[in-house]
């Protein structure tokens, strides 16, 4: 266990959880990408006090466990390692989405939010590890 929480820095695993979920708000609102998202995936954006609070704190924990990985990987010097893994597994979200028949652009935008809350997580790391 001491290799994955040794030398981690915490604040930039939380900082880069908050930050990530909240550029999330952002991406899938009408402001950016939330519009033609929901068009693609076959929902309607609905008001805030409509939320589905599980979900959101699924990708909370999700991108908790994330930006932790990314600091393990910054800890050791391996963030070539999470670069693959941000590949593999985007590939493996990719594959399954175009299996359940989800249009190119709806599989884009959340590929294209995976990998900016990536580099948030990695810039996050970088400003708190220097800390």
């Known amino acids: 266990m001491m290799e994955i929480t040794s030398g981690v820095s915490w604040s930039g695993v939380v900082a880069g959880a ?22 693609a995936h076959g929902v309607q954006l609905g008001a805030a006090s409509s939320m589905p609070v599980m979900a959101m704190v699924a990708q909370f924990l999700g991108l908790f466990l994330v930006s932790w990985f990314v600091g393990v990987t ?14 593999g597994f985007a590939m493996l979200y990719d594959s399954g989405a175009m299996f359940v028949k989800v249009p190119t652009v ?5 590929l294209g939010y995976w990998v900016v809350s990536f580099v948030v ?5 970088g400003i708190f590890r220097s800390m």
Not at 106 to 110: D, T
């Open 18 to 39: 908050v930050a990530s979920f909240l550029l999330g708000w952002l991406w899938f609102s009408p402001m950016l990408f939330g519009k033609k998202w929901a068009e």
């Open 74 to 87: 910054a800890v050791t010097s391996a963030l070539a390692t999470a670069v693959l893994a941000l590949l």
């Open 121 to 125: 997580m990695v810039i996050c790391q």
């Open 106 to 110: 709806g599989r884009l935008i959340n």
